[in-house]
Structure formats: structure tokens, C-alpha cells
């Protein structure tokens, strides 16, 4: 009976003093006290931070009621509210810290309108601003998440570090206007149900989001059509105006710019940073770019990488062991949750660092069930495999899902050391008008790991078989030699390993790039009709595998046309406002053989 007591006592101690001592910017809550696992949780989960220009940001604070000493934070600010997000920030306490969650203004119990992205370089920094100011605060705060809430930590040090925050944690980054909407200038439809997703209440509208029927209705009734990229809610039946907004800024422009670091900005970022990311995530374009910007202009980056065979999820949290088709190594099964926490333990209580934090780089090697290190992007790899398109057919035969040859069977066309003739070409026709069969574009892949290649109407090449295994580590690049009777089209190319027993493995996500923004994304570059010209590749998903004796590698590249994302005519005009009248004359494609592929390798 007396500890109980002395233990109540002892929190009604603290949360008298907290009353007393947070009565600064922002709207106070009295805590209540959970107990819950043996542990006794103070939760005020309805405060409201006042910013400089009056907007509130909704903020959820949990604490141990037994720790009276100051201690650091952790934040995870989110545009996607939920119901649950104390579970977040009761992991925080349980791994020693106070936990904090803050949402993006208009979301939750603020008042503003829901504005994603604009406001978040300031909205993060005054959160942190507030919590430094707390008697429960050390004045030591760690931010962490992914997706959208990786993008938050960035815009958190646009303008300068705030001199609480000692480090971000940023997995599977968006980086607007870089990595989304559009990647490498191509916009994709799975965006447009994101707005109504964060935008249409104070949390999230999940029922019309995984409405999965209707926006593929949609997206099919678009296409078929053939209306402009920008009136697709007025198909849809309801106004999406951020939707339209950032259609109108193709270029990487002064909209995107104000968002997140950018260029020189990247000079004061003087932080510890762990990115987290995957060879099959989604938002890998957005970690990539925040790297080699940061890494480029302050050339003593303290930024740490750590990617594997993960997806947009699975790299956030804890893989999935099984994924596409594909049992990842067990030395890649590792809980990323706990890997940051550890690093909060390093970088903010001074304790070891995380074991697997041998380098900057530390990338996972599939099929060879080991983790490697580099310093650098750049030293991951200490070969080069140079490979040129050819129009000579190799061969080499292989099972295709849409298959145009005889037995369900297709034939590879050559990749050779050296160009043989620059100016010999495949030719590839693509009628815009046609929006009835599908097939013909569905050069991609269902899983990591299949039995047949989905080529459609694209081109396939590959290598000879390779005598001796090595492995695979890093963005291919490279330039792709064209000519189009057009100003503009959007082009994908896949990587995959043909194996001995004939089944492709998917090395990575295929990269999609619209040829007048690859270039620059800051400014359009349209081609001239009927003259060649060489396009450099954006940014490329990365990628680690050993390829084994007697594989080869296979090259699919194809034109763009489907459903889900916008259809780009070539015209010149502004993309999203072509529409199907812009289809009269085919797009007519010359795939030349000076076009080619540096894969970067690691040889023992």
C-alpha cells in the first residue's frame, strides 16, 4: 500500500510540474495517465501548436509518468492521420523517449484547411521549436518515417537545421516534384485518389481511397476516351483541385523548389542522416535524389544508406519475407523499426552504432545472402559492362506472356560489346488512336521472379551467357539513341537476369523517362522531328544481385501507352492537356544501335 501511494504521489509530482512549466506557444491539454503493460503512460493527445502565420498544428505528446528527468524526442510528423497514432508514440517511450506525433496543418483537430506539402518546411521546424521549449524536453529531438513523412523531415531543414534537431531518419523519401507525382517527367495516375485520400476529411477517407474498382473504372474510361490528362475529375465526378494544381507545374519549378532543400540548401544540412530504402520501393527516386544532392553540395554529409530487396512498406518498417514471387535472404529479414531506434540511441544518448552501419552505403546482395559496405554510391561497383543495342536477333528463344512468335516463344534481340553500325535501328509504331488491346504495351513485370517476359511490342535484348559470377551493384545508365517523327514521347526500360532454367528475375523497378525532361527537369527540351538524338537516363532505381555462371542479362525497352499514366502524344504541348484529337499521326520510334547501357559490376 505504501509504494502505491509513494507511486501515485510521485506522478501526480510530475504532472503538476508539466501543467505549470507548458503553459508557452500552443494550446494546453492536461495529460491523462494509461497504464498499459506495466508501464503508466502520460497522453495528451489534443494539442494544438499556434505557427507564426496562426495556423494550429495538431500535436499527440506521450510520455513515461515514472521518468522525471528531461529526455529526448522523437517526432513523426504525417499528413496521414489515424485514430491509432498513439501506438506510434507509445513505441517511442517503451524504446526510452518521449514521443511525439504532429500532423500536417488542417489534419486532425486544426482548424486550417488541408494543404499537403506547401507548408511543411515551416510547420515542422515550429513543432520542434515547441518541443524544445518543454520542461519534459532535453532539447535533443530525432525525426523518422517514410513516404510522405520522409519528405517532412527534408522540408523540416529546408531553411536552416533547427538546433534541437540532432538528426532525420527518412525511408522511402517523396521528393515532389523529383520522385511524384511525375518520375523522370511522367506523371502516374495512382496519385490523382491520393489528394481525396488526406484531403477529404480530417483523418483519412479509406473507404473511397480503396475503392480499387472505381479508380480503375476510371482510369480505363480516361484512356478509352481519350480525354485530357487534366479533366480526368470531371470524369471522376468530383472536383480534385490539387490534382490540377501541380499539373500545372510539369517542370522541376519554383512550386516544387519551395517545397524541400534544394541545391545550395543542401550546404547547411550539417546533420546525421539514415535513409532507408529498397531495390522494389516505389519513392527509392526520392531517396536517391535526397542523397546525391545532399552528398554533393556539403561534401562532409554524415548520410548513411541502407537498402535491400524491400518494397515502399517494407523498407519503413519490417520486411516482408516473401515478396513477388521472391524469398528475400535471411540476412536481409531484418527489423528496420528497431535498426532506427538504434541509430536514436547513437546519435541522441551517445551509444554504439548500429552494427550494420559498417559504411555510408549498405546495401544488401541478393542471392548471395550477404550485406556489403561502400563509402560511396560510386565504389559499390569496380566495373563497367557497356552493352549496345543491336537489330540482330540473338537466338536465343524465351516463353512470352503476349507472345508474337510461334509456340508461345519469342526470340531476343543481340546487346553486343561494341556498336556495330550506328545507324542501323528497330523500328516501333505506336498508334495513339488505338485504345482497344492492352497487350501490346505490357512490357513490365508481375513478379521478381518468372517463368515468361512481358515484352508487348517493345524490344527485348541479351547478353551471352556469362562464364564466371559476379555482382550486379548499383543504377545502370547510359544513353538511348533515337529518332521520333514526333517533339516528345515516354519511353521505359527493364533489367532483368535470365537465369540457366530460363526465368527472368526483375533487378529492380523499370525506369520510365519522358525524353524532354531527362535532360533537365528544370526546363523542357522538346525534340525535332525526324532527327536523332541521344537522351541521357534520369534517375535510375539502384540495385545489388549476384549474377550467377551461365545467366545473362536482358534489356525490354518500349514506348509508353496505357492507362496508367498520362499519355503523351508528342505534340509539344503541355502533356496533361492533350487529348485523343492529338493521336492522328502514329508515333514512329527509331531505336538506333549506337544506343547503350553502362551496368555497373563488382568483380572479386
Not at 507511486?7 to 506557444?25: P, V
Not at 522540408?155 to 518520375?183: C, D, N, Q, R
Not at 530504402?277 to 553540395?297: A, I, N, P, R, S
Not at 528475400?328 to 547513437?346: G, K, M, N, R, S
Request: hydrophobic share 35%; charged share 20%; proline share 4%.
Amino acid at each position: 500500500m505504501k509504494n502505491s501511494i509513494t507511486k501515485s504521489l510521485f506522478i501526480a509530482i510530475i504532472i503538476l510540474g508539466f501543467l505549470t512549466s507548458c503553459e508557452q506557444k500552443g494550446t494546453v491539454q492536461a495529460p491523462r495517465c494509461v497504464e498499459e503493460n506495466g508501464t503508466t503512460y502520460l497522453i495528451q493527445d489534443s494539442i494544438l501548436i499556434s505557427t507564426a502565420d496562426g495556423a494550429k498544428i495538431h500535436a499527440i505528446v506521450v510520455r513515461n509518468a515514472e521518468t522525471s528527468e528531461p529526455l529526448p524526442t522523437v517526432l513523426f510528423h504525417t499528413i496521414y492521420a489515424r485514430k491509432n497514432d498513439l501506438k506510434r508514440a507509445k513505441m517511442a517511450v517503451d524504446h526510452g523517449y518521449v514521443g511525439v506525433v504532429s500532423y500536417t496543418r488542417g489534419k486532425g483537430l486544426s482548424p486550417d484547411s488541408i494543404i499537403p506539402y506547401k507548408y511543411e518546411s515551416n510547420d515542422t521546424y515550429e513543432v520542434i521549436d515547441w518541443i524544445s521549449k518543454q520542461d519534459w524536453s532535453n532539447k535533443k529531438v530525432g525525426m523518422y518515417g517514410g513516404s510522405y513523412v520522409g519528405f517532412t523531415q527534408w522540408a523540416a531543414v529546408k531553411h536552416k537545421v533547427h538546433p534541437a534537431l540532432k538528426t532525420i531518419v527518412p525511408s522511402v523519401s517523396a521528393a515532389p516534384g523529383i520522385a511524384e507525382p511525375m518520375e523522370n517527367g511522367v506523371y502516374f495516375n495512382f496519385h490523382y485518389p491520393w489528394h481525396h485520400y488526406v484531403s477529404n476529411n480530417k483523418y483519412l477517407d479509406t473507404t473511397l481511397y480503396f475503392n480499387g474498382k472505381r479508380w480503375r473504372d476510371l482510369n480505363m474510361e480516361w484512356y478509352e476516351k481519350g480525354v485530357a490528362y487534366n479533366r480526368m475529375d470531371s470524369l471522376d465526378g468530383l472536383p480534385n483541385p490539387q490534382f490540377r494544381e501541380r499539373l500545372l507545374h510539369p517542370t522541376y519549378d519554383a512550386y516544387w523548389q519551395n517545397m524541400m532543400p534544394y541545391k545550395d540548401e543542401f550546404v547547411h544540412i550539417d546533420i546525421p542522416v539514415l535513409a532507408t530504402t529498397g531495390y522494389f520501393d516505389g519513392g527509392q527516386v526520392g531517396t536517391q535524389y535526397y542523397l546525391k544532392e545532399h552528398t554533393k553540395y556539403n561534401k562532409n554529409a554524415e548520410h548513411y544508406l541502407v537498402i535491400g530487396p524491400y518494397t515502399h512498406f517494407g523498407a519503413q518498417e519490417k520486411p516482408d519475407t516473401h515478396i513477388f514471387g521472391y524469398d528475400i535472404d535471411p540476412v536481409a529479414q531484418i527489423d528496420i523499426t528497431e535498426l532506427i531506434f538504434d541509430w536514436f540511441d547513437y546519435v541522441l544518448k551517445g551509444r554504439a552504432k548500429p552494427a550494420l552501419l559498417k559504411n555510408k552505403v549498405n546495401y544488401q546482395v541478393m542471392g548471395a545472402n550477404k550485406w556489403e559496405h561502400a563509402s560511396s554510391l560510386g565504389e559499390m561497383a569496380n566495373d563497367t559492362l557497356i552493352y549496345y543495342l543491336s537489330n540482330k536477333r540473338s537466338g536465343v528463344a524465351f516463353a512470352s506472356l503476349f507472345s508474337t512468335g510461334n509456340n508461345g516463344e519469342d526470340i531476343h534481340y543481340t546487346l553486343t560489346e561494341q556498336s556495330v553500325d550506328s545507324n542501323s535501328y528497330l523500328e516501333q509504331t505506336i498508334d495513339f488512336l488505338d485504345r482497344s488491346n492492352l497487350a501490346w504495351n505490357s512490357s513490365g513485370w508481375r513478379n521478381i521472379i518468372a517463368d515468361s517476359l512481358m515484352v508487348g511490342q517493345g524490344f527485348s535484348f541479351v547478353t551471352e551467357p556469362f562464364d564466371s559470377e559476379f555482382e550486379l551493384n548499383g543504377s545502370f545508365g547510359g544513353e538511348i539513341s533515337v529518332s521520333i517523327n514526333k517533339k516528345d514521347f515516354d519511353y521505359k526500360v527493364m533489367l532483368f537476369e535470365q537465369t540457366l532454367d530460363g526465368q527472368f528475375f526483375a533487378l529492380t523497378l523499370p525506369y520510365v523517362g519522358r525524353a524532354s525532361y531527362v535532360r533537365d527537369s528544370e526546363h523542357r527540351q522538346l525534340l525535332t522531328p525526324n532527327e536523332k538524338v541521344k537522351i541521357p537516363f534520369g534517375i535510375v532505381r539502384m540495385t545489388s544481385k549476384k549474377i550467377n555462371k551461365g545467366s545473362r542479362l536482358v534489356i525490354v525497352i518500349n514506348g509508353i501507352k496505357d492507362p496508367f499514366s498520362e499519355v503523351n502524344h508528342g505534340t509539344g504541348k503541355n502533356v496533361s492537356e492533350e487529348t485523343i484529337k492529338d493521336a492522328q499521326e502514329p508515333l514512329v520510334i527509331k531505336w538506333f544501335g549506337d544506343s547503350y547501357l553502362k551496368i555497373p559490376v563488382k568483380r572479386n
